[in-house]
Nanobody
């Protein structure tokens, strides 16, 4: 079955950076796109980025220029480099394939 496992979150000061990882299993990774979404406290899910099977990327306006999505097909992994973090980026970050989502990784931006 499809399984997605996120990691790399943590507590960081405003302006800081993190590299989030999403390790996938249960399907032919190189043939599918993977997205990232996040959920801030008390709010709904927000789509933030997507990378398709060819490596083409898209971003939400709220993160464009600060976040970079990439993939390593040899490692069945999608990365989300998050830079210039702001307090409003505080959320649980999930990777997803279709309707399947991982357990998430917490990112907290605070001084």
């Amino acid at each position: 079955q499809v399984q997605l496992v996120e990691s790399g979150g943590g507590l960081v000061q405003p302006g800081g950076s993190l590299r989030l990882s999403c390790v996938a299993s249960g399907f032919t990774f190189s043939r599918y796109g993977i997205g990232w979404v996040r959920q801030a406290p008390g709010k709904g899910l927000e789509w933030i980025s997507y990378i398709d099977e060819s490596g083409s990327t898209t971003y939400a306006d709220s993160v464009r220029g600060r976040f970079t999505i990439s993939r390593d097909n040899a490692k069945n992994t999608v990365f989300l480099q998050v830079n210039s973090l702001k307090p409003e980026d505080t959320a649980v970050y999930f990777c997803e394939k279709g309707t399947t989502r991982g357990q998430g990784t917490q990112v907290t931006v605070s001084s």
